[in-house]
């Protein structure tokens, strides 16, 4: 079943970045993070003797309205009733192809920014209104989707073409800016449709809300990206806090099972980059279950995780795991787990067998078996990285 819910609301400032060049914005910079649910084209409907013949069929709210106001070539004060006009109805800005270089009203653009009503000036002679009403309708559709997000994080996540992730990206969120932190939180239930919307809500009125950052719903669980400019660095503690208060505002039962926190990352696959370190630190938060689990605690697995998966990994990877396994199930014997006990404590004799609640001589002979069977020792350090590469490969392959 597919939900289809809104997702992430298309903003004026999402039209602005995505025709960045195309147009200018010329009144009403503080309005820009206003929702865009569609858009109207005003033609000669406000012209003095039509007005009144189209004012009730014409524009919705939260449109964005295109208008090239040929109508007001001898009579530029039209475009600031205009204006007027188009607040009043709720619209959420206006972009004007001004081909006949009408001088745009100062009481116009006054008025505009004293309503945080935005603005613009197309700059391209190019710009057509279908492609924009296309561009923008598709958009809109993109992000009301669910089924949307799922799709295009899976892609992003396993892209590997620079300019195909660059798009994706910006498919996720236009507004998207070069610093990034990604946040993913699972439940013990997978999270439905109603309490995502209750948790989007939520976010709309807390510091988390923004037009450069994401909420989505994803494989079951929450995702936030959250990204910033080169002049204002992201404060991860804030935000894993902001967002830990926001669902336990949100009454989803069960509460996090796992949290999983990104690096802060640049450039261009940053948010890529973000959404995939903080998914594999969620699967080992959910493995430990000790609370949220940074990337940078995954220690060796940052550098197995991405090719755990391929024929060598999984060849090198059974080739020294398969005669111990074979002996645990054949004798009822607990060698593996004792080779991954060693390896979490530090390959220390003493600390493995407080932490096993066994005699360091029982870890000793059940090590001194693994040699036997893989012909690799534990006392040997070459050898011994050997089979903790072993079981790193096996940890990340758990994690996917």
Excluded: W
Aim: aromatic residues 8%.
């Amino acid at each position: 079943m597919i939900y289809k819910v809104m997702l992430m609301l298309y903003t004026i400032s999402d039209f602005s970045r995505e025709y960045e060049g195309s147009v200018r914005l010329i009144a009403g910079s503080d309005g820009v993070s206003r929702a865009v649910s569609g858009v109207g084209i005003l033609d000669y409907e406000l012209m003095p003797g039509l007005k009144n013949k189209y004012q009730r069929v014409n524009f919705s709210s939260d449109e964005i309205i295109l208008s090239t106001f040929l109508y007001a070539k001898d009579d530029p004060y039209l475009i600031t009733e205009a204006v007027k006009y188009l607040v009043a109805k709720g619209t959420s800005g206006l972009i004007i192809k001004n081909v006949l270089h009408i001088p745009i009203p100062d009481q116009a653009i006054r008025y505009a920014n004293a309503r945080h009503y935005p603005v613009f000036l197309t700059t391209d002679d190019s710009l057509f209104f279908d492609s924009v009403i296309y561009e923008v309708k598709r958009h809109i559709e993109q992000l009301a989707s669910i089924d949307f997000a799922q799709r295009e994080i899976d892609a992003l996540r396993t892209d590997v073409s620079p300019e195909s992730i660059c798009r994706r990206i910006r498919s996720l969120n236009p507004s998207f800016l070069d610093e990034a932190v990604a946040l993913f939180a699972s439940f013990a239930e997978p999270l439905d449709p109603r309490a995502f919307l209750q948790i989007e809500r939520l976010c709309a009125k807390s510091t988390l809300a923004g037009c450069h950052n994401m909420l989505a719903p994803y494989d079951g669980g929450l995702l936030f990206v959250a990204t910033s400019d080169s002049e204002q660095t992201l404060d991860v503690e804030r935000i894993v806090q902001a967002l830990t208060e926001l669902i336990e505002a949100s009454g989803i039962d069960g509460g996090v099972e796992g949290l999983g926190i990104s690096d802060i990352l640049f450039g261009d696959e940053a948010v890529a980059q973000a959404i995939s370190q903080a998914i594999y630190a969620q699967r080992l938060s959910c493995q430990r279950a000790e609370g949220p689990v940074r990337y940078t605690q995954l220690g060796i697995l940052r550098t197995v995780m991405p090719f755990a998966e391929t024929p060598e990994m999984r060849s090198f990877s059974e080739a020294i795991l398969s005669p111990i396994r074979e002996h645990d199930s054949e004798h009822g014997s607990e060698l593996e787990s004792t080779l991954a006990a060693f390896i979490e404590n530090d390959r220390r004799i003493e600390r493995t067998a407080k932490q096993t609640g066994q005699h360091p001589n029982t870890i000793r002979y059940r090590l001194d078996k693994v040699t036997a069977l893989t012909g690799l020792s534990y006392k040997c350090a070459p050898e011994m990285e050997q089979l903790s590469l072993a079981y790193a490969i096996e940890r990340a392959r758990s994690l996917q």
